[in-house]
Nanobody, 123 residues
Framework: QVQLKESGGGLVQAGGSLRLSCAASGRSFSSYAMGWFRQAPGKERELVQVITSGGSTNSADFVKGRFTISRDSAKNTVYLQMNSLKPEDTAVYYC?????????????????WGQGTQVTVSS
């Protein structure tokens, strides 16, 4: 069983930065793939970035080098550093864990989810 809790969301002006954190409970954290997804009102949930159990990453096209995902297995925490934020990045951001450890972009492959944290980017 894995429990996830996000933090670090908030209101930021366009061009600004935020760092999201996701603290995970559970003994097998390092074996899970960890993903950040987002969902804007009226839109489907979409992958932002994922980091596999081996440390490889996969990113959505809209990231374009602006965001960086990382994980600290000693702290059971995954991070999403977001730079050059745009108003269209406004969404609820969710942390998710996949037991298979691979970098899937499909939400249904992630069995564990946090409650989400709101990111609002003003123009």
């Amino acid at each position: 069983q894995v429990q996830l809790k996000e933090s670090g969301g908030g209101l930021v002006q366009a061009g600004g930065s935020l760092r999201l954190s996701c603290a995970a409970s559970g003994r097998s954290f390092s074996s899970y793939a960890m993903g950040w997804f987002r969902q804007a009102p009226g839109k489907e949930r979409e992958l932002v970035q994922v980091i596999t159990s081996g440390g490889s990453t996969n990113s959505a096209d809209f990231v374009k080098g602006r965001f960086t995902i990382s994980r600290d297995s000693a702290k059971n925490t995954v991070y999403l550093q977001m730079n050059s934020l745009k108003p269209e990045d406004t969404a609820v951001y969710y942390c998710a864990a996949a037991r298979h450890g691979m970098g899937s972009s499909l939400p249904y492959e992630y069995g564990y989810w946090g409650q989400g944290t709101q990111v609002t980017v003003s123009s």
